[in-house]
Nanobody, 121 residues
Framework: QVQLVESGGGLVQAGGSLRLSCSAS????????VAWFRQAPGKEREFVAT???????YHANSVKGRFTISRDSAKKTVYLQMNSLKPDDTDVYYC???????????????WGQGTQVTDSS
C-alpha cells in the first residue's frame, strides 16, 4: 500500500513559479512510478508528467520546457517544478503511483487528494 499527500499549491501570477510536492508512505515507494495529473472542473483528468523508479521522465507537450518532474527517493517525495505558469495551468493537481509509468489515469491505483493551483492575475 502507498499513501500519497500533495502540497505546495496556492495562488500564483502568470509567469510565476511554484513547486508541488508528493510525499509518500510505504516501504516499496522507491520501486513505483509516479505521475502528476491535473483536472479542471467539468473536464477530464489530464496527464502532466511521470517519473519511473529509475528516474526516467516524460512530460506532456503542453508543459514541456516549463514543468519538471523529479524525485528524492530518500525523502519518498516527488516534485513538480512549475515555471512560466499560464492561466490555463490553473487546476487541481494530483499525484498518482503504480508499478509502471503511464500517461493514462486508470493505470494508477494510488492517488493523493489533490492540491489547488490558482492564477491570481
Amino acid at each position: 500500500q502507498v499513501q500519497l499527500v500533495e502540497s505546495g499549491g496556492g495562488l500564483v501570477q502568470a509567469g510565476g513559479s511554484l513547486r508541488l510536492s508528493c510525499s509518500a508512505s510505504g516501504r516499496t515507494f522507491g520501486s513505483y512510478a509516479v505521475a502528476w495529473f491535473r483536472q479542471a472542473p467539468g473536464k477530464e483528468r489530464e496527464f502532466v508528467a511521470t517519473i519511473g523508479w529509475s528516474g526516467s521522465t516524460y512530460h506532456a507537450n503542453s508543459v514541456k520546457g516549463r514543468f519538471t518532474i523529479s524525485r528524492d527517493s530518500a525523502k519518498k517525495t516527488v516534485y513538480l517544478q512549475m515555471n512560466s505558469l499560464k492561466p490555463d495551468d490553473t487546476d487541481v493537481y494530483y499525484c498518482a503511483a503504480d508499478s509502471t509509468s503511464s500517461s493514462i489515469p486508470n493505470d494508477y491505483r494510488y492517488w493523493g487528494q489533490g492540491t489547488q493551483v490558482t492564477d491570481s492575475s
